[in-house]
């Protein structure tokens, strides 16, 4: 899996956007962005994934740079709970099974000040 | 979504003594399960691949006969830490995938191991 780098921490005005940068100049073509985040004493929770299209849902948006090798989360209007180590991760995705787990890094400790 | 359940949430044992760990994938079948652990203020470190029917596999420097992986169904995977010592405390998650979903890997909620 390529690497990734991110901030090890940012902090963010609640209801304010969160956006949290991740570089993965090392990308390859068929290698997904993803992200987790994890909350104190609790598993990573999925949070976007996205190949090269800008992707939205319910929690969160992700850019992607058209060269790929940079993304940005965007949480839109941050709350005290969304306090978590965020972390950026990039991997090939096989329709069976997922044959191995998953690389963390470092992450982001995101914190929302209120 | 996909939900992963993760039993006990914390233990306390004693040294010497064995501890077992299960995730269960709830609403989907698993063919294959992580298990990871993770330090305080420290990232998730792959320990094993836990695969149905088969070894499990083991990431360079876990020792598998102390961390015993069993995946005997295709929703249950079995973690135990055996002959615990208090440098075995740490936080142990386990991950699985469904194959046939879009959101990557689901987590169970974690386990908190404290040997005493």
């Known amino acids: 899996d390529a690497k990734t780098t991110q901030p090890p921490s940012m902090d963010c005005a609640e209801g304010r956007a969160a956006n949290l940068p991740c570089n993965h100049s090392?990308?390859?073509?068929?290698?997904?962005v993803y992200w987790y985040r994890q909350i104190h004493s609790q598993g990573p929770q999925y949070i976007i994934h996205?190949?090269?299209n800008n992707e939205t849902n319910e929690m969160a948006s992700l850019i992607i740079t058209e060269d790929r090798k940079s993304s940005t989360l965007i949480l839109p209007h941050a709350t005290l709970r969304d306090t978590a180590v965020y972390y950026c991760i990039v991997r090939v995705v096989t329709r069976r099974g997922g044959a191995d787990g998953l690389t963390f890094g470092k992450g982001t400790h995101l914190i929302i000040q209120p | 979504g996909a939900v992963v359940s993760q039993h006990p949430s914390r233990v306390i044992c004693k040294s010497g003594t064995s501890v077992k760990i299960e995730c269960r994938s709830l609403d989907f079948q698993a063919t294959t399960m992580f298990w990871y652990r993770q330090f305080p203020k420290k990232s998730l470190m792959l320990m094993a691949t836990?695969?149905?029917?088969?070894?499990?596999?083991?990431e360079q420097g876990v020792e598998k006969d102390k961390f015993l992986i069993n995946h005997a169904s295709l929703t249950l995977s079995t973690l135990t830490v055996t002959s615990a010592h208090p440098e075995d405390s740490s936080f142990y998650i386990c991950?699985?995938?469904?194959?046939?979903?879009?959101?990557?890997?689901?987590f169970g909620s974690g386990t908190r191991l404290t040997v005493v």
């Open positions: 090392t990308i390859s073509g068929n290698e997904y």
């Open positions: 996205g190949l090269k």
């Open positions: 836990s695969n149905e029917g088969s070894k499990a596999t083991y």
């Open positions: 991950s699985a995938r469904d194959s046939y979903s879009n959101y990557g890997y689901t």
